[in-house]
């Protein structure tokens, strides 16, 4: 069952009760798995989650693009030191900025990059709203508007490659939460219209736009088809850097419980490594882990209209940019 996300303490508990029920539906992909010639995409690789899977995927064999913002010296070099593998290369973007993402999208194409394995896991959690660069609120941005015009842009332009005769087709995997559970329906009243939030109401608006996040992969998977495998997960709790908003007098509280209860990034990275290595992921589309459960997605991600509607009313957002 779900778990209530609905405040950050009741996130950190839930968080606390699924780790405690362990893992282990799902065997970890064998380290024998490699990714030799397989380019790979991290979007948020400075850090956490994204930082140990760029680093699994690189030590596998893959050729790891790691998509960060500027400021990111030496993570190349770390990635590389880390992972033992040379292959590793930065590309520079700002998910929260519709601007740069479109900028990535077409250095992708003039380079000619084809990607086979695309793990689209920026993330955040603001402690009050604020506004992305295009003024939309940045969960919001950076959870869902910035992934679809990635994803979209990158299979338009052909370095996503669909299944054909010579090509195998890529894998795009979304790093969403099990907070989607707890968010309300989408209002798509108020589609889009930056709501101010405080502390209090964060964690509400973190699930909102995993909400989005989840009910737009489940549509891009039934609309793809068996063209491309297109996965979403949730992690399970990361030690990981999500806290670095948290207020001051917080941390205290907030840290040692990450610190102590929750998955390492290395761990928490198998459910990605599964969906991204595994032959299984190679050959469906449409799977969603929780840690290393497969599940089915909330109801209200799942229903096919709210799938259309996110789809419709998104685009005349991406018009410049799709
Ligand atoms: N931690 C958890 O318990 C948990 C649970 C469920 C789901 N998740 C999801 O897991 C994903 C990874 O989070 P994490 O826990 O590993 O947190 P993290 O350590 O804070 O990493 C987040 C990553 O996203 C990047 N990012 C944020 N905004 C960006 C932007 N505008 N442009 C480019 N990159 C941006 C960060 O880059 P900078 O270093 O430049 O800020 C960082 O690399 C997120 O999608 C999160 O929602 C986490």
């Given at each position: 069952?779900?778990?209530?996300?609905?405040t950050?303490?009741?996130?950190?508990?839930?968080?606390?009760?699924?780790?405690?029920?362990?893992?282990?539906?799902?065997?970890?992909?064998?380290?024998?798995?490699r990714?030799?010639?397989?380019?790979?995409?991290?979007?948020?690789?400075?850090?956490?989650?994204?930082?140990?899977?760029?680093?699994?995927?690189?030590?596998?064999?893959?050729?790891?693009?790691?998509?960060?913002?500027?400021?990111h010296?030496?993570?190349?070099?770390?990635?590389?030191?880390?992972?033992?593998?040379?292959?590793?290369?930065?590309?520079?973007?700002?998910?929260?900025?519709?601007?740069?993402?479109a900028?990535?999208?077409?250095?992708?194409?003039?380079?000619?990059?084809?990607?086979?394995?695309?793990?689209?896991?920026?993330?955040?959690?603001?402690?009050e709203?604020?506004?992305?660069?295009?003024?939309?609120?940045?969960?919001?941005?950076?959870?869902?508007?910035?992934?679809?015009?990635?994803?979209?842009?990158?299979?338009?332009?052909?370095?996503?490659?669909?299944?054909?005769?010579?090509?195998?087709?890529?894998?795009l995997?979304?790093?969403s939460?099990?907070?989607?559970?707890s968010s309300?329906?989408?209002?798509?009243?108020?589609?889009a219209?930056?709501?101010?939030y405080?502390?209090?109401?964060?964690m509400k608006?973190?699930?909102?736009?995993?909400?989005?996040?989840t009910?737009?992969?489940?549509?891009?998977?039934?609309?793809?088809?068996d063209?491309?495998?297109v996965?979403?997960?949730?992690?399970?709790?990361v030690n990981?850097?999500?806290?670095?908003?948290?207020p001051w007098f917080?941390k205290?509280?907030v840290l040692?419980?990450?610190?102590?209860?929750?998955?390492?990034?290395?761990?928490?990275?198998?459910?990605?490594?599964?969906?991204?290595?595994?032959?299984?992921a190679?050959?469906?589309t449409?799977?969603?882990?929780?840690?290393?459960?497969?599940?089915a997605?909330?109801?209200?991600?799942?229903?096919?209209?709210?799938g259309?509607?996110?789809?419709?009313?998104?685009d005349?957002?991406?018009?410049?940019?799709?």
């Amino acid at each position: 069952m779900a778990g209530n996300h609905d405040t950050i303490w009741a996130a950190l508990s839930s968080a606390i009760r699924d780790r405690s029920k362990g893992q282990g539906v799902i065997a970890p992909v064998p380290k024998d798995v490699r990714l030799d010639s397989k380019v790979c995409l991290v979007t948020g690789a400075s850090s956490g989650l994204g930082k140990a899977v760029a680093v699994a995927l690189a030590a596998r064999g893959g050729r790891v693009l790691l998509a960060c913002r500027p400021g990111h010296t030496g993570l190349a070099e770390d990635i590389s030191a880390l992972s033992g593998s040379r292959q590793v290369k930065l590309c520079e973007v700002d998910i929260a900025d519709l601007d740069s993402v479109a900028a990535l999208c077409e250095q992708l194409k003039n380079d000619a990059t084809r990607i086979d394995i695309a793990v689209l896991n920026a993330g955040l959690m603001p402690r009050e709203a604020r506004k992305s660069a295009q003024g939309f609120e940045l969960m919001f941005a950076v959870h869902f508007l910035a992934n679809r015009l990635l994803a979209e842009r990158m299979i338009r332009d052909g370095v996503l490659a669909a299944a054909g005769d010579e090509a195998v087709r890529s894998r795009l995997i979304f790093v969403s939460s099990e907070a989607h559970r707890s968010s309300p329906p989408i209002d798509f009243e108020q589609f889009a219209r930056f709501t101010p939030y405080g502390l209090k109401d964060g964690m509400k608006h973190y699930s909102v736009s995993k909400l989005h996040l989840t009910t737009y992969a489940r549509a891009l998977a039934r609309r793809l088809g068996d063209d491309f495998a297109v996965h979403a997960l949730c992690p399970g709790p990361v030690n990981s850097n999500m806290a670095r908003e948290a207020p001051w007098f917080l941390k205290p509280l907030v840290l040692p419980i990450m610190r102590g209860f929750f998955l390492s990034p290395e761990k928490a990275a198998e459910a990605v490594l599964y969906l991204a290595c595994s032959e299984d992921a190679g050959a469906r589309t449409g799977i969603y882990l929780h840690m290393m459960r497969e599940k089915a997605v909330a109801p209200l991600a799942e229903d096919e209209s709210n799938g259309r509607h996110l789809i419709e009313r998104s685009d005349a957002l991406l018009t410049n940019y799709l």
